[in-house]
Structures are given as C-alpha cells and as structure tokens.
C-alpha cells in the first residue's frame, strides 16, 4: 500500500517558520519526483515546490521562492520535507505531498496540474495568522 503521511502543520503568526514532513512508504523512492501541492479556502491547488530525483533539479513557484525549501531523505527514511520561512497569511492552506513516477524535471512538473500526479497523502493544515 502507497502512503504519503504529511505532518508538521499547524497554527502560525505571519513572519514565523513551520517544517513540514511527509514520510512515504509503498513505492520505490528514487524513482519518483516529489512535490508538495497547497490548497487554499476558495482556490484552486497550487504546485508549491517540487524536486526530481532523475536530475536533482528543484522548482517553486514564484509565491514562495525565497522562503520555502524543498529537501528529501532516502538515506535513513524516505521522506520529503518543506521548510516554510517568513510565513505569510496567503500561505494559509492544507499541504499535500504528492508523488509522479518516471523522469521528469522540477520545473516541469511545476507546470502540471495536480491530477498528473500518481499518489496524494492527505495533507496538513498551515494557519497563518497576521
């Protein structure tokens, strides 16, 4: 079974930092890019940040660069992370990691919608309060 387990949300004041995490089980790690997808209240999802295993490449959307940073580990756990800095109210949304099998570059897949996507975990809810 396929689990993408995000966690690390939670209520923030704007200018603050969160961390998120999002272990993933059931699929051969290095073989997917990963990202992280938000939804807003009212919005459509938006690609946030995502990372390619193929070629290392990294993307983010233009909302977060500079503040956000995508990393992973497949030494000791397979897991992905988002280190969110200098949190903003727009930032206010549930976080979804999500994974796409084969090779692709981040910045391609920063251009997908969200249904290109193989699996989905279920998300962690970030409030940022102003």
């Known amino acids: 079974e396929v689990q993408l387990q995000a966690s690390g949300g939670g209520l923030v004041q704007a200018g603050g930092s969160l961390r998120l995490s999002c272990a993933v089980s059931?699929?051969?790690?290095?073989?997917?890019?990963m990202s992280w997808i938000r939804q807003a209240p009212g919005k459509e999802r938006e690609v946030v940040s995502c990372?390619?295993?193929?070629?290392?490449?990294?993307?983010y959307a233009d909302s977060v660069k500079g503040r956000f940073t995508i990393s992973s580990d497949s030494n000791t756990e397979n897991a992905v992370f988002l280190q969110m800095n200098s949190l903003k109210p727009e930032d206010t949304a549930i976080y979804y990691c999500?994974?796409?099998?084969?090779?692709?570059?981040?910045?391609?897949?920063?251009?997908?919608?969200?249904?290109?996507?193989?699996?989905w975990g279920k998300g962690t809810l970030v409030t940022v309060s102003s």
């Open positions: 990372m390619s295993k193929s070629d290392g490449s990294i993307y």
């Open positions: 059931g699929i051969t790690f290095d073989d997917y890019a």
């Open positions: 999500t994974a796409l099998f084969g090779v692709t570059t981040a910045q391609a897949m920063g251009q997908m919608t969200w249904d290109r996507m193989d699996y």
